[in-house]
């Protein structure tokens, strides 16, 4: 069984930076693609970036320049570095892994942005 338990949220001022990560636990094989979703109130669950493990990234446009998305394989962990922080940057951030035609889910790390 796979599990993911994310990290690093809380509450900064608009321009501020936070680390998030994502350690994942189980049964991880060693092709899969790892990404870091959003969700705010009332909207959708949109992606923000994934890597494979080849380090092969894709970002949403609205984070390009200001996150970085990276990943250490030996120990599992998924990281979201993320800079210039905007009052529209407020969600819950899921961590999500896809192997062998399985999505996996983490509980999400609420990420609040002021103003």
């Known amino acids: 069984q796979v599990q993911l338990v994310e990290s690093g949220g809380g509450l900064v001022q608009a321009g501020g930076s936070l680390r998030l990560s994502c350690t994942a636990s189980?049964?991880?094989?060693?092709?899969?693609?790892m990404g870091w979703y959003r969700q705010a109130p009332g909207k959708q669950r949109d992606l923000v970036a994934t890597?494979?493990?080849?380090?092969?990234?894709n970002y949403a446009d609205s984070v390009k320049g200001r996150f970085t998305i990276s990943r250490d394989n030996a120990k599992n962990t998924l990281y979201l570095q993320m800079n210039s922080l905007k009052p529209e940057d407020t969600a819950d951030y899921y961590c999500?892994?896809?192997?062998?035609?399985?999505?996996?889910w983490g509980k999400g790390t609420l990420v609040t942005v002021s103003s």
């Open positions: 189980g049964s991880i094989f060693s092709f899969n693609v």
């Open positions: 999500n892994l896809k192997m062998r035609g399985m999505n996996y």
């Open positions: 890597i494979t493990n080849g380090i092969i990234t």
